[in-house]
Nanobody, 115 residues
Framework: QVQLVESGGGLVQPGGSLRLSCAAS????????MAWYRQAPGKQRELVAR???????YYADPVKGRSTISRDNAKNTVSLQMNNLKPEDAAVYYC?????????WGQGTQVTVSS
């Protein structure tokens, strides 16, 4: 069974930085795309960033220029470095991976941006 475990969430001050990490285990196939989504209270879950197996990255406009997504295929991990965090970045962040045409989700990690 595929499991995704996120880490790195927590409380940060506005302007601060945070690095989220996600480790996938139990996959019988190579992981295709890996992505980070987030969902704030009362809002739909939205894509934050996505990275292909080859390293091509996409960033949603709200985080473009402030975030960097990366992955390590040997370790089956994906990370999201977020800088200059803003209150509007506060949300539950979810790791998402695509394996053999199926999507898997992590349990989510809370990011709180507050003074």
């Amino acid at each position: 069974q595929v499991q995704l475990v996120e880490s790195g969430g927590g409380l940060v001050q506005p302007g601060g930085s945070l690095r989220l990490s996600c480790a996938a285990s139990g996959s019988r196939f190579n992981i295709a795309d890996m992505a980070w989504y987030r969902q704030a209270p009362g809002k739909q879950r939205e894509l934050v960033a996505r990275i292909s197996r080859g390293g091509s990255a996409y960033y949603a406009d709200p985080v473009k220029g402030r975030s960097t997504i990366s992955r390590d295929n040997a370790k089956n991990t994906v990370s999201l470095q977020m800088n200059n965090l803003k209150p509007e970045d506060a949300a539950v962040y979810y790791c998402n991976v695509n394996i053999a045409q199926r999507n898997y989700w992590g349990q989510g990690t809370q990011v709180t941006v507050s003074s």
